[in-house]
């Protein structure tokens, strides 16, 4: 089964351990304030910004939305320039087909470009189960992953350690005690990682896009680890989400330079590859160029209300920028995508029957943040909402919540009932204090607040003759 | 002839803090308009449409609506929340109903009505230093941070202060609140830190849900910040146009 969700047990749980994290927070509200920061110098240089993200939504909302087609002319375009592509119903089936490609070819290191998706069908663990080793070669992503963890952050993996934190990783690494200063543990994962580089007989990445018209792989990154695996090793091995594609070169500049813009506040990234196909002739490249495209639920996605989800290009600014996410960080989600989109997304991807998956729509104060800096303009915390409902409806509400809600609706729709229902809430003072709701809210807080003796709609008569 | 407005109080001030609703009748009498308060109105079915139940939500905006429609001039709201589901969620509940467009045509939130009409003062020697929090539902649904602070600009008995990271969600988040009081109450811990960052010693909203919570999250820390709504404060101060 994927593992989209269910890693860590109680979403509670988790949350409490979070919360106890001060360091945490400290680093992750830093990275709020340094993205609200040039965000604003971004609406500067570009003061046409609502138009571009609306724009960005067109373009995204039509890919998505003609998927099939498109994909149907990146496969017929790239496999024309010696390229290939797997549809992967399932994780299993495309750790399947990566396993076979590491057999066939006796592949015994893996170097791994920055990928999500990999995350998502759980490759590192398929590849050691065979005897497979894969290193990470993003230096967030190597971090994480000697440390045994997973990333926390859509484009920064290792947001949650602090510099110190990360010294104790690598110097466990090393065997010698590292200092925490930037350029020398780069320095150390420069030279340990140069190896992987070399050695291995698969290059792992995954793709920002997939361009309809051209067959083009773009992968964009700021290390240069991810053009290494995609030129060194003998076979690249990309994988996407079907959601991926576009259909033109000319909306595929424009969705670059608004990834970007939105995920670090530059125009490009430091480096933008476009692959599309195999190396020729003595070309610098792989011999192989085999794109893995993953379902995992998406095409139910795709043909369903929420499809719009489907527009996320995996900037991160949504997490970055909410204010639960920055409170508690990514782990606390337990999935593999995390903070508001992967509120949305982890449910619709998992299955709303069943999971703690379904409940992470409900982590979210609804204060609109996600979606307005988001640069395809999804509406994420409306969406948040819907899936509230799906989740309800599946069953996520219980009978008591449920009969709960329909009692207030009947009572506050009509008007002698709601009053009736003030007078009552007048007097059950003490029993809201004591259980349930209550007991929550005052566990935060002092004072609950309680219904008035005289409510506002009792003590009218009077205001109007005062008048 | 002074101008007729419609005053929907919400259930919140309604059945929790009358007095905020007692001290809007009177600011806004004071600003010249007459009040009415239609009959029968409840609630606008944000509970329940935030927590996943649409149908019970319709049910009870449904009331509110009928109630709204029954009345004339500017339909005043004392909530930048509970306009904004209006707004925003109401053309989701009753689409294609001339009806309800015509109520929301209507719809403005206290602030937003008043903050036309005041001038900015100078404040005295003894202004009280005081912050607004700005609600995330009138700051990015209704898009409006500036009416509340400039109504605070306009009472010399105040010196508006800023409070840092103004933005920042207060955690109160409706039933959040109690779903999830733990990440809810650090929310609020942080914004009542910056609110005291600013230098500010009273804190006031529009929006009674946020200010109920960040007054609870003051006072377990026993901090002394004093919390105020907005119709209170205006009344309080004798604000007039």
Redesign the interface.
């Known amino acids: 089964m994927t593992a989209v969700y269910g890693r860590d047990g109680e979403l509670g749980e988790r949350?409490?351990k979070a919360?106890a994290d001060t360091k945490l927070?400290v680093t992750l509200?830093k990275s709020r304030?340094h993205m609200?920061g040039f965000r604003g110098d971004v609406s500067e240089r570009h003061p046409d910004w609502p138009e571009r993200v609306e724009r960005a939504a067109r373009i995204r909302t039509d890919a998505v939305a003609r998927a099939p087609e498109l994909l149907a002319r990146f496969e017929q375009q790239i496999e024309s320039r010696g390229g290939r592509v797997i549809r992967a119903a399932t994780p299993e089936d495309a750790v399947r087909a990566v396993l076979e490609i590491a057999r066939e070819r006796g592949v015994k290191l893996v170097a791994k470009g920055k990928s999500m998706i990999t995350e998502e069908i759980e490759l590192n663990e398929a590849l050691e189960s065979q005897g497979v080793e894969a290193v990470e070669t993003d230096l967030g992503e190597w971090i994480v992953q000697l440390a045994g963890e997973h990333p926390s952050h859509l484009l920064a993996p290792v947001i949650h350690r602090s510099r110190a934190q990360i010294a104790e990783v690598l110097s466990e690494e090393r065997g010698e005690t590292m200092s925490d200063d930037p350029a020398e543990m780069v320095a150390y994962a420069r030279g340990r990682l140069r190896s992987a580089f070399l050695d291995a007989g698969i290059g792992t990445t995954g793709a920002n896009f997939m361009i309809a018209e051209t067959g083009t792989v773009i992968v964009l990154e700021n290390e240069g680890n991810g053009r290494l695996v995609s030129s060194i090793p003998r076979c690249h091995v990309v994988f996407a989400g079907l959601e991926r594609v576009l259909e033109t070169t000319a909306d595929a500049a424009f969705m670059i330079e608004q990834l970007s813009l939105a995920a670090v506040g530059r125009e490009l990234p430091s480096y933008v590859s476009w692959i599309s196909g195999a190396g020729r002739n003595g070309d610098d490249g792989p011999d192989e160029v085999i794109v893995i495209v993953l379902d995992n639920g998406r095409e139910a996605i795709r043909n369903s209300s929420e499809a719009e989800i489907l527009n996320c290009i995996r900037c991160g600014a949504c997490l970055t920028v909410c204010?639960?996410y920055s409170?508690?960080g990514g782990h606390a989600y337990g999935a593999v995508y995390g903070g508001p989109v992967g509120s949305v997304l982890t449910p619709l991807l998992a299955g709303m029957e069943e999971g703690e998956g379904r409940k992470l729509?409900?982590?979210?104060?609804?204060?609109?943040?996600c979606?307005?800096i988001c640069p395809v303009g999804i509406p994420l915390h409306e969406l948040l909402?819907r899936?509230?409902?799906?989740?309800?409806d599946a069953g996520l509400?219980g009978f008591a919540e449920?009969a709960a809600?329909?009692a207030?609706?009947?009572a506050?729709?009509?008007?002698r009932l709601?009053r009736a229902s003030?007078r009552a809430?007048a007097r059950s003072g003490p029993f809201a204090r004591a259980f349930g709701?209550g007991a929550?809210?005052a566990?935060?807080?002092?004072?609950?607040?309680?219904?008035?003796r005289?409510?506002?709609?009792?003590?009218?008569a009077e205001?109007?003759r005062q008048? | 002839m002074s101008e007729a407005v419609a005053l929907m109080p919400t259930c919140l001030v309604d059945l929790v803090r009358p007095e905020t609703g007692e001290a809007a009748v009177r600011v806004l009498r004071r600003a010249g308009y007459t009040v009415s308060f239609p009959p029968g109105q409840t609630c606008c079915g944000q509970p329940a449409w935030n927590s996943g139940f649409p149908d019970e939500a319709r049910r009870v905006a449904q009331q509110t609506l009928n109630a709204l429609a029954a009345s004339e001039g500017p339909v005043v709201v004392l909530s930048g929340s509970c306009a904004s589901t209006m707004l925003h969620v109401w053309p989701e509940l009753f689409p294609d109903d001339s009806r309800a467009a015509a109520v929301l045509e209507r719809v403005v939130e206290f602030g937003a009505l008043l903050a036309p009409k005041a001038q900015p003062a100078t404040p005295q020697a003894d202004a009280q230093p005081t912050a607004y929090h700005c609600s995330c539902h009138q700051r990015r649904g209704l898009r409006d941070t500036e009416s509340g602070a400039r109504l605070l600009d306009a009472l010399p008995g105040v010196e508006r202060r800023e409070a840092a990271e103004e933005d920042a969600c207060c955690g109160f988040g409706g039933t959040f609140s109690i779903k999830f009081p733990g990440v809810s109450g650090a929310m609020g811990r942080d914004k009542v830190r910056w609110t005291r960052e600013g230098g500010a010693e009273t804190l006031v909203s529009g929006d009674l849900g946020c200010l109920m919570h960040l007054e609870g999250i003051a006072r377990a820390g026993g901090d002394p910040l004093r919390t105020i709504s907005l119709p209170e404060l205006l009344d309080r101060e004798g604000w007039t146009p």
Not at chain 1, 412 to 415: A, G, I, L, R, V
Not at chain 1, 454 to 460: D, E, G, V
Request: hydrophobic fraction near 40%.
């Open positions: 949350l409490e919360l927070t509200q304030r609200i204010p639960v409170k508690v729509p409900f982590l979210s104060s609804l204060c609109g943040a979606s307005d909402i899936d509230r409902a799906l989740a309800n509400a449920r809600w329909q207030w609706s009947r506050w729709s009509s008007p709601y003030a809430g709701p929550a809210w566990s935060e807080r002092e004072g609950l607040p309680l219904p008035a005289r409510p506002f709609h009792a003590r009218w205001l109007e008048a």
